[in-house]
């Protein structure tokens, strides 16, 4: 099994900046795509950023220029820089870690950007 583990969410002003991480622990032997989705109450759970093992990186067309997503493979943790929030970033953000062909989901963390 493998336990994923978010911080960093809160409540920033617009124009604010965030960093969440996720740290991934447990049985761990290949991790492949690590990333970010994020979803408001009554819509569906829409990709924020996603990395893949060797780096590439790809970005919801909302955040793209403005929020940037890496790892540290070493801690099994994935990070995401959030800069220029808007109030409409408002959502729980999910980190998602996959683990050779299975993938896991963290609980939730709340960022809120208040106008």
């Known amino acids: 099994q493998v336990q994923l583990v978010e911080s960093g969410g809160g409540l920033v002003q617009a124009g604010g900046s965030l960093r969440l991480s996720c740290a991934a622990s447990?049985?761990?032997?290949?991790?492949?795509?690590m990333g970010w989705s994020r979803q408001v109450p009554g819509k569906q759970r829409e990709l924020v950023a996603i990395?893949?093992?060797?780096?590439?990186?790809n970005y919801g067309d909302s955040v793209k220029g403005r929020f940037t997503i890496s790892r540290d493979n070493a801690k099994s943790t994935v990070y995401l820089q959030m800069n220029s929030l808007r109030p409409e970033d408002t959502a729980v953000y999910y980190c998602?870690?996959?683990?050779?062909?299975?993938?896991?989901w963290g609980q939730g963390t709340q960022v809120t950007v208040s106008s």
């Open positions: 998602r870690v996959v683990v050779g062909v299975s993938a896991y």
């Open positions: 990395i893949t093992s060797d780096g590439s990186t």
């Open positions: 447990g049985t761990i032997f290949s991790i492949n795509a």
